[in-house]
């Protein structure tokens, strides 16, 4: 009975209990419907924990570890829900007590319901009196009081908030207080000004020489020796490029997770801008999960970072403009983000103009810059129709991309748009295209309670760029030596006419991120010569912490020329990095396949690289990108199955597997647990603190693990490449 009663509780979702470890002993409670968590309650940090200052950070497994709160309740009697302070009588704010019972500050409701909203944030009961207030009512300084360093200190997450220095008062932050008090402006040029103060990027010892060392170059040559007789028209090249670590994670405490802004010259500053659907589809706990998901972020951005939120459903609107994350910016954010509420219809476009428009029309740019939009369902105001054919498709998904955050010819992206895609029901092709037009990512959220995972993920890399504007140089060293194709995936690149020069617009790499491309030329044979110079590689890019253009050079690439070779060895690292590309391959002609409705087809096409993947050298030696390569493959192969199941979430699976390949970047891919899968593939060791940190907060029970079915296991570390 006991183990059914667990099960049924886990049923009821997230938003009914809390974990709480627990030993064999101890009795099973009782439920209260009254202590039902709502979606205000949920971003709560009075709620993301109920236990003692002294709970450990990390979940531990319990035999039946999920305990419904028992101050739930009290909680939101003596805390208001929407600025997320206590209330008390005689403290100096005035509070409302709403017809359903539920109170909150006085300032704080009127704000909420400055818009129309007249429904209750806890308990969802529709108001018939609602409250008003006058645009000048509410005191600065009482406003600034409002400080998340006054909320609960129990949390786990509430540790960033304590380590943050105290609040001081911002005056360029007057425009933006109170929040939602005025009408959106015209101009998106009320962006908080950034805090200017000189970088100085020092090494381990102090040295200034930090930068110099910023990419590691290494190249490979299909093979280190060919007879001198021979020559190959299409002899491959395999260059391999590693961002630095950044300066935050050169000293990790192993008993600490490292938080993202150890110091303020530890990383480039972010501007992001979250354009997220609140259409109707979005109501109940997708919508209570995407607010507890974007609290993660808020609390996880650094003082100077900015956020701004842009909401939409039939139309959109920003909802809180571009701020510094200070105490004060990240508890308006919280407060924007809880006046959120589900309705209307899915138009993506008009999010993504109004997104655009915030980066376009701010008055100062922070180093790195970004979109991040997420939606459950499919554009019914912009795209029209499939069309009569692929490039019809293509064209309407086009539409929904300002041009200003397009890829403009080869000089790169300006804004990379990451989409998330929410469910079984979203536009796998476009939000895949989207990314893909912009220079984003594309990741698959299956299960609703991996969202705050996935965005965890994103913002981990985000907040670790050491490397902006990268352009990879490829030179023939021998006028009789030619550059043939360039294998780059997504990146922009290009060969001179007279093939002696290449180039490869690879953009933002994140700390410790890898990057490989294959070169193929031609190697003429040898008449003397005990060896052949074929190439060098250079880097260009610019350093995110001084914003100083930098290069580096890699050694000249030569081949042994003997008269006689013995058997000719091929190197390991060109032969799986081979496997990686034409493994991509066989799945855009996969899909492409099933697209035509010929599943059948599209699965026999990746059984038979399947066959040849596991003859490669790389595969036979036991190598483990080939094994999660064959993993990966398999996995599609089971989403085609049926129509149905393709539908449902193979097509978007598969865009997610391709857009991570193209770009060698970790996405978020449907609900996959396995550790051999491809999922950790690109993961940074950035994103797996950030997923840490993400996954200390949710449940620690074995069966609620697979209920949620969370994207990776806990403590996943990267898998070697």
């Not at 499919?378 to 129709?385: C, E, F, L, N, R």
């Not at 029901?425 to 990512?441: L, N, P, V, Y």
């Not at 991570?660 to 996405?667: D, G, V």
Request: hydrophobic share 35%.
């Amino acid at each position: 009975m006991g183990s059914k009663w667990r099960k049924a509780k886990l049923a009821l979702g997230l938003n009914l209990c809390v974990y709480m470890p627990r030993t064999l002993e101890d009795p099973l409670p009782s439920i209260d419907s009254s202590e039902r968590l709502s979606d205000v309650a949920l971003l709560s940090p009075g709620n993301w924990d109920m236990t003692t200052p002294s709970r450990p950070m990390t979940p531990t497994p319990s035999s039946h570890g999920l305990r419904f709160s028992k101050s739930g309740t009290k909680s939101s009697k003596k805390m208001c829900s929407i600025c997320l302070t206590k209330m008390k009588q005689g403290g100096g704010h005035a509070i409302f007590t709403a017809e359903c019972s539920h109170s909150f500050h006085f300032h704080c409701i009127a704000s909420n319901v400055k818009h129309g909203n007249q429904i209750c944030p806890v308990c969802r009961a529709k108001w018939k009196e609602i409250p008003m207030q006058s645009p000048s009512s509410v005191a600065p300084s009482e406003r600034a009081l409002m400080s998340p360093i006054f909320w609960p200190q129990n949390d786990a997450l509430m540790a960033v908030v304590r380590r943050l220095p105290p609040h001081h008062r911002d005056l360029n932050r007057r425009h933006i207080v109170p929040l939602f008090q005025a009408p959106e402006p015209g101009v998106f040029n009320d962006d908080e000004l950034l805090d200017h103060q000189p970088v100085i990027a020092e090494g381990k010892d102090g040295s200034d020489n930090c930068s110099v060392r910023t990419i590691e170059i290494k190249t490979y040559p299909e093979v280190s020796a060919a007879p001198r007789s021979y020559s190959y028209d299409n002899f491959t090249v395999l260059v391999h490029l590693k961002a630095a670590a950044s300066v935050a994670r050169q000293n990790p405490s192993r008993n600490q997770i490292p938080l993202p802004q150890l110091s303020k010259a530890s990383r480039a500053p972010v501007d992001l801008v979250t354009v997220l659907d609140i259409s109707g589809s979005m109501a109940g706990t997708k919508l209570a999960l995407l607010k507890r998901a974007m609290g993660f972020v808020i609390q996880n951005l650094g003082s100077n970072d900015r956020l701004s939120v842009i909401a939409f459903s039939s139309t959109a609107r920003r909802i809180f403009p571009l701020c510094r994350m200070s105490d004060t910016g990240r508890q308006q954010a919280l407060q924007a983000v809880n006046s959120l509420v589900a309705s209307g219809g899915t138009n993506i476009a008009e999010g993504l103009k109004k997104g655009a428009k915030v980066m376009e029309e701010r008055r100062e740019k922070n180093p790195v810059s970004s979109i991040i939009l997420l939606s459950d369902g499919q554009d019914t105001y912009t795209v029209t129709g499939s069309g009569s054919g692929s490039n019809q498709t293509q064209q309407n998904y086009k539409s929904l991309l300002p041009f200003s955050i397009q890829g403009v010819g080869n000089t790169g992206f300006q804004i990379p748009v990451h989409t998330f895609g929410f469910g079984t029901d979203h536009d796998a092709s476009s939000m895949h295209s989207i990314s893909e037009i912009s220079g984003g990512t594309f990741s698959f959220i299956e299960t609703e309670a991996v969202m705050q995972d996935a965005f965890a993920q994103c913002i981990g890399g985000l907040l670790s760029v050491v490397v902006q504007d990268l352009q990879v140089v490829l030179e023939c060293t021998d006028s009789n030596i030619h550059l043939g194709s360039l294998k780059a995936g997504s990146y922009p690149s290009r060969v001179t006419v007279d093939g002696q020069a290449g180039f490869i617009d690879v953009g933002d790499l994140y700390a410790d991120e890898e990057r490989d491309f294959l070169v193929s030329i031609n190697v003429p044979a040898e008449s003397s010569k005990s060896e052949t110079s074929l190439l060098k590689v250079k880097c260009i890019y610019r350093d995110s912490l001084t914003k100083e253009m930098a290069t580096m050079e890699s050694n000249v690439v030569r081949i042994q020329r003997p008269e006689i070779v013995g058997k000719e060895v091929v190197s390991i690292e060109v032969d799986r990095q081979r496997n990686r590309f034409q493994a991509a391959d066989a799945i855009a002609e996969a899909r492409i396949t099933a697209e035509q409705g010929d599943l059948a087809g599209a699965v026999s096409i990746l059984e038979n690289f399947r066959r040849l993947l596991s003859e490669t050298v790389s595969a036979k030696s036991g190598d483990r990108l080939c094994l999660a390569l064959d993993a990966e493959l398999k996995e599609m192969q089971e989403r085609m199955a049926s129509r149905h199941v393709y539908e449902a979430s193979g097509r978007a699976y598969i865009l997610s597997g391709l857009s991570s390949h193209s770009w060698q970047r970790a996405t978020a891919r449907g609900d996959s647990t396995d550790g051999s899968s491809l999922v950790q593939a690109y993961q940074t060791p950035s994103m797996v603190e950030m997923l840490t940190r993400s996954q200390a907060m949710l449940l620690g029970s074995p069966s609620a693990q697979r209920l949620v079915q969370p994207l990776w296991p806990f403590g996943a570390q990267p898998k070697p490449r």
